[in-house]
């Protein structure tokens, strides 16, 4: 079955370390993106990719960082710079077209608590 | 920048009843894209329908209608003969036509269906 997968689902960590949020998808799509959402406020972009080996900031990218070593995975470090980390995390994928049938596919998330 | 805004964070209807979520959204663009994406309690998210802007017709699927006002930048979503699966949270998402493939997203209405 195609899809994106992320794991874990719950992620826990101690203030002060960094943790890494895999993303995999095997849509073969160009562009991946990850979102951070809080309550009452929707969806955030962190950062995106649209080629291997390249990637941009989105709206809140600070305390964050990517990599996109492989068409298939976008994994997100959240730092110790990271001020406020606890929330849930989606990653997305899609092709490059600008249609309006370019949609965004999601994975399932992953809620990061920091204790 | 664009931004979007749902104005109602909470809304209730009773099953078989229909219920009307409101966005607006501000863009400087003429060309753009416009969609409701649903998260139910799996926090999956869902495409449920999509706008073309240049599209003076409104987009419908099955049960979901939308109401496309461009000169007013307003974007709402009808949901007829409500059902119990319907109870989730909404997101009004825009996406330039133009300018890469990020959606902006509102904060969201969360909706309850009554039995």
């Known amino acids: 079955d195609g899809g994106i997968t992320q794991s874990p689902k719950y992620l826990f960590r101690k203030e002060g370390q960094n943790v890494t949020l895999s993303c995999e998808q095997n849509?073969?799509?160009?562009?991946m993106y990850w979102y951070r959402q809080d309550p009452g406020q929707g969806l955030r972009l962190i950062y995106y990719?649209?080629?291997?080996?390249?990637?941009q900031k989105g709206d809140i990218a600070e305390g964050y960082s990517v990599s996109r070593e492989k068409k298939e995975s976008f994994p997100l470090t959240v730092t110790s710079a990271q001020k406020n980390p606890t929330a849930f995390y989606l990653c997305?994928?899609?092709?490059?077209?600008?249609?309006?049938?370019?949609?965004?596919?999601f994975g399932p998330g992953t809620r990061l608590t920091v204790l | 920048a664009q931004t979007v805004t749902q104005s109602q964070p909470e809304m209730s209807v009773q099953e078989a009843e229909t219920v009307t979520l409101s966005c607006t959204y501000d863009?400087?663009?003429?060309?753009?894209?416009l969609f409701w994406y649903k998260q139910p309690p799996s926090r999956q998210m869902i495409l449920v329908i999509r706008?073309?802007?240049?599209?003076?017709q409104n987009a419908t699927e099955n049960r979901f209608s939308v109401n496309f006002q461009k000169a007013a930048k307003s974007f709402s979503l009808k949901i007829s003969d409500s059902q119990l699966g319907d109870a989730a949270m909404y997101f009004c998402?825009?996406?330039?036509?133009?300018?890469?493939?990020?959606?902006?997203f509102g904060a969201g209405t969360i909706l309850r269906v009554k039995s």
């Open positions: 997305a994928s899609s092709t490059l077209s600008r249609g309006a049938y370019n949609e965004q596919f």
């Open positions: 849509l073969n799509h160009d562009a």
């Open positions: 990719s649209q080629i291997v080996n390249d990637f």
């Open positions: 863009t400087s663009e003429s060309d753009y894209y």
């Open positions: 706008q073309e802007a240049y599209k003076q």
């Open positions: 998402a825009y996406r330039s036509a133009l300018y890469g493939n990020k959606l902006v």
